[in-house]
């Protein structure tokens, strides 16, 4: 299968209050793909995230989604390219005073005309899929962390989104919840084929989903890699790149020590 | 054990060359005896070579390392230059990590202290900006109520209800506290009608005040959402924060406070009347009393409020709430930020009513 863009984004420029954090970067992620951000800490890899999906206005560019730009869509043309998408964020985000069905139930709710029986199979089946099903009547709080990522997760996919944004997914999990959130994301992405954008710097998870990353570098105010992580690894020319793969600490840090 | 020897400074000049001997113990404590001195003898002589003699330091930590790098990083004519002899090899190399003149304190930015003026301007700019983020606030507040009364099945009457138990019903202890109190106190200073209680325009202020911690609440409850991303979460589900959280809150808070109001009233009356039954009034005599002092006119009157106070209590609360920044910190300010802004609505919008009731002849 050719490789088809489902995301675009062309010359955009990002940053705070006259600090600019990424000059003029393109990239485009294709349908279907587990595409991974990263970088280190402060090269604004969750900022980019949040611009893709309309959180934030870029000082310059455009964020193609399937076709329509989201910097400059407003009300219903927004709220359609909105419709393709679901985010799940660092914290989850889970509604606290909502059990984990309502939480599901709510976008259903909101934009669908659907009955109730009906709403709350589809939630149902929802939380089935990240493996909640039986903690339904559940408050967030009453969840543990990864839990909250999957139910977040599935609320993210409640109207069936080709695009799932994830921020920072295994942040503050252990290694194992957080090999089995990998597990989830390629099992959603191989038999739903939805196309996953995903924030991180955790290796582990890198290797164990990503098709293709691209790096951010807060040096450079760009994009300084880009491709198969594995591949990367091993051939890059570039020493950050390198380091950040083999995680070993910066050249310059070592040029001090030495 | 011996006392460790102080740190201590001496100093002469020989043959044009001023020479100042340290001795001791040179650590975080005991340089504060001569770290002044030190540089008040290398400024008094500006224009010599300066040779500090370390030979007789017996310790030396980052502290007294510190001090030497201040000696020797002040800007002095070449001619003049300071150098320090005789420093224990170990502590030489940690005296070697440092350049002293990297160390220069950069020159303070002279930060440029604005015009009288200037200050005020910009003061009025601040102020200018936050009228319009109320303004806008005020205008989505206000097109999202109008949408929910022309699409009322789209209102998410589960939150309604939920925020009206918290707004109504956990508020009835403290109105109830409240208003029996001051029935009783009005009573006891009886000479005072019960007009002046009367059904009629205090009741409305203090039920806003009691209500004031919904406000807070409310603040408190959306900045937390805030924080925790769900306001994004509902962004970037398409869903307008405005209408979803603060309509329902706004609705719940006006379809409490008159029923408040109401309890409120009913609750002063009973006190007083407890109290006139403790002077042997019989109560027939007092309701007969409140009946011929107070009229619907004084209920209305009263009841006018409530609607405004509800919309400026929750409104005000919510808005706070929406521009919660980030941080720890930044949810107690939001909530604390929202009762002074309640507070001060509610004066200067209880001096308009004053006005127009006087106006009207109320």
Redesign the interface.
Known sequence: MPAEPIIRVEHFTAGYEGNVLMRDINFTVNRGEVFVILGGSGSGKSTLM?HM???YEPMAGAVYIDGDDIVTSEGDA??AI??K?G?M???G?????MTLLENVR??LE??TSLDDDAIDLVAQMKLKLVGLDAFSGHMPSEISGGMQKRAAIA?AMALDPTILFLDEPSAGLDPITSAELDLLILRLARSLHITFVIVTHELASIYAVADRVIMLDKRTKGIIAEGDPKVLRDTSDNPWVRQFFRREAAPDTIAETA | MAPSPAASLSLSDVDGKRELRLAGRLDSYSIAGVWPDARAALDAAPNVPVLIDTSRVEYCDGGGIAMLVDLLRQPRPPEAQVSVVGLKPQFQTLLDQFDPVAMRAPPKEHEERLHTVAEIGRAALIVGRDMRVQVAFIGETSSALWFAITHPHRIRWKDVW?TCEQVGVNALPIVALISFLLGIILAFQSAVPMKQFGAEIFVADLVGLSILRSGAAFAAEIG??KV???L??L?????DPVRFLVVTRIIAALLMMPLLCIFADLIGILGGALTMISFNIPISAFLHEVDSLVDVKDLLAGLAKAPVFAILIAGIGCLRGLQTQTGASAVGISATRAVVSAIILLVVVDGIYAFVYYLLDI
Request: glycine share 8%; no cysteine.
């Open positions: 949040k999906i309309g959180l927004r709220r909105l419709k998408i985010v964020y660092q914290s985000a889970l509604f606290g005073s709510l976008p909101e934009y609320r | 939920y937390t959402m925790n991303e769900e994004n979460a962004t970037t589900m398409g869903l």
